[in-house]
């Protein structure tokens, strides 16, 4: 049972557009989420999270947006960047465990 | 530098001979976390500590063992290597695991059982 889902395995974005990723969730419970991007032989390293009390985060280039009703959120890359090529996970936890759901990632191809 | 430090990066090894990989934290953090990261099955959480002598279980526990005796480091054991747990490794720790920070992960350990 997939709790968090992201549906699209890869995206090709030309440099200078808007790179949507989406990332869905199962779990109402769910109250923490994360995104973390991972270039090839290095571990993942945090981006951007949002608390459910929330609907919007934003730092720098990259927002994450959360639709609870519909257990939905994406991370807004603008403008994309030839650097932004990596896969990006997102993450879901509840604040009350120490459990940490990922997704199966997406990956990004920006193309200059 | 604020680092999680794991080794080896690489490892060959036959089914059932027992090895450790070792990780290691400089931040002082009290939680830690391994995961592992299979193709389509993206990061699956294996063990976790909230402190020290304090583990629990993740959702694929099944084949490893973890010990939490000091704050700075968590050790994954296969005591008998399948090759189903071929895979790539990754350590983490956060400052606190309460699902509400960030984790800072180590640059992972690619494991091959044969």
């Known amino acids: 049972d997939q709790q968090v889902k992201q549906n699209s395995p890869s995206l090709s974005v030309q440099e200078g557009r808007i790179s949507i990723l989406n990332c869905d969730y199962t779990n109402s419970m769910f109250d923490y989420f994360l995104w973390y991007k991972k270039y090839p032989a290095e571990g993942p390293t945090f981006l951007i999270s949002i608390s459910s009390i929330k609907d919007k985060n934003e730092d720098g280039r990259f927002t994450v947006f959360l639709n609870k009703s519909a257990k939905h959120l994406s991370l807004h890359i603008v403008p994309s960047q030839p650097g932004d090529s990596a896969v990006y996970f997102c993450?879901?936890?509840?604040?009350?465990?120490?459990?940490?759901?990922f997704g199966t990632g997406t990956r990004l191809k920006v193309l200059a | 530098e604020a680092q999680v430090t794991q080794n080896p990066r690489y490892l060959i090894t036959v089914t059932g001979k027992k090895l450790t990989v070792t990780c290691s934290q400089n931040m002082n953090h009290e939680y830690m976390s391994w995961y592992r990261q299979d193709p389509g099955l993206g990061l699956r959480q294996i063990y976790y500590s909230m402190n020290v002598e304090v583990t629990d279980k993740g959702d694929v526990p099944e084949g490893y063992k973890v010990s939490r005796k000091e704050k700075r480091n968590f050790p994954l054991i296969l005591e008998s290597p399948s090759p189903n747990q071929t895979s790539l490794y990754f350590c983490?720790?956060?400052?606190?695991?309460?699902?509400?920070?960030?984790?800072?992960f180590g640059q992972g350990t690619r494991l091959t059982v044969v």
């Open positions: 983490a720790s956060s400052f606190a695991g309460r699902g509400n920070t960030e984790a800072f």
């Open positions: 993450a879901a936890s509840h604040s009350g465990t120490y459990k940490y759901i």
